[in-house]
């Protein structure tokens, strides 16, 4: 991939997308072709084959997704499975119509056993049963990882695959019914410092673990992995992540901190935890050359100045 060449971002509106977006707009990637999806609704079979005809892309990168939180994946399961399943089906079937020379589709570590060692590896994929919660969103991701496998076997296609930890950052979704736990705890004790309030209420015990990475380093791994990995090396897929974790109460001790909120933190047991850890083995992509490097503490500092300038939208 070269600074001409034709790159299609599917999904760059969303976090990771548009993370993919500013990094190749400021390494001076100057033919890139984005849409929002009232230009073209992805799930559209038919539409999606016109703009591959018409666009011709070279290079995709597919983050294109319907994404949630714990309780977003455990109200919307059907969504979540017939979205994902099918807008990564149509991008992934007509880059192969259309010639393209290499695509890069984006997971989630939840794909991983609900009970997997950790860290967790790449060939622990498959080896038990998924976490309830976001299973039939793990079930997509898991099939797009398969559905790139067999156009490579079958096509000789580059089609590889990432599977980032945990994200967040800039343009993250803050709505708290359908977010994340990270950019969720920004907003819950920002606004109970504005409010005064004596607590903030945080969902679960507050005891699993999750690996979070800054959405801007995972953009700099995609396109490190675009520029230099290809699909027989690469193997099936590769993990991307920072190899560190923390539980859910020290996350909200850090956010507490940097929102300077000086209440409590409470429990709320009626919400699930989800998996009690789901930390990520990155040897392979530290191996070949890439690791994280922005800490959990400037992340999250930059992610709350960006909330600060943009909390009028929720
Ligand atoms: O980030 P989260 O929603 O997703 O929740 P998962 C992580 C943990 O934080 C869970 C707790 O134990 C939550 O109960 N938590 C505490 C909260 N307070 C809150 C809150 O206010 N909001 C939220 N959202 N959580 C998702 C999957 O799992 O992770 C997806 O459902 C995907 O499929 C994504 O894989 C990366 O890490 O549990």
């Known amino acids: ?83 994902n399943t099918v807008i990564q089906s149509n991008v992934i079937h007509h880059s192969y119509l259309n010639g393209v020379k ?5 997971g989630s570590s939840c794909i991983y056993p609900k009970l997997a060692p950790q860290p967790m590896k790449e060939d622990y994929l498959l080896t038990g049963l998924l976490e309830q919660t976001n299973e039939p969103y793990a079930i997509a991701k898991i099939a797009g990882i398969k559905m790139c496998n067999a156009y490579n076997k079958q096509y000789g296609t580059n089609f590889i695959s990432v599977m980032p930890t945990n994200l967040y950052g800039i343009n993250d979704n803050f709505n708290l019914t359908t977010s994340h736990v990270l950019p969720a705890l920004i907003r819950k004790f920002h606004e109970a410092r504005i409010k005064g309030s004596k607590s903030v209420e945080i969902w679960g015990t507050g005891r699993p673990k999750r690996e979070f990475l800054y959405v801007d380093d995972l953009a700099e791994a ?22 560190k974790d923390i539980t859910i109460r020290e996350l909200a001790e850090v956010i507490k901190e940097i929102t300077e909120f000086k209440g409590n933190i409470k429990f709320d047991l009626s919400k699930p935890d989800g998996t009690f850890r789901k930390l990520l083995d990155v040897s392979k992509i530290n191996n070949l050359g890439w690791k994280s490097k922005t800490s959990i503490i400037d992340g999250i500092r930059e992610t709350y100045k960006w909330y600060l300038e943009h909390n009028n939208d929720w």
């Open 222 to 243: 995609c396109l490190f992995i675009m520029c230099n990995i290809d699909y027989p090396q690469l193997g099936e897929f590769i993990n991307i992540g920072t190899g």
């Open 102 to 106: 290499k695509l890069l589709f984006l």
């Open 1 to 83: 991939m070269d600074k001409r060449s034709k790159i299609y971002i599917a999904g760059h509106n969303g976090l990771v997308g548009s993370a993919i977006s500013r990094l190749l707009e400021s390494k001076g990637f100057s033919n890139v072709v984005t849409l929002n999806s009232n230009e073209l609704d992805l799930r559209n079979q038919s539409a999606v084959a016109s703009f591959f005809k018409k666009e011709k892309p070279e290079f995709v990168f597919l983050a294109a997704a319907k994404v949630g939180g714990i309780l977003a994946n455990e109200t919307y399961p059907a969504e979540f499975i017939y979205d």
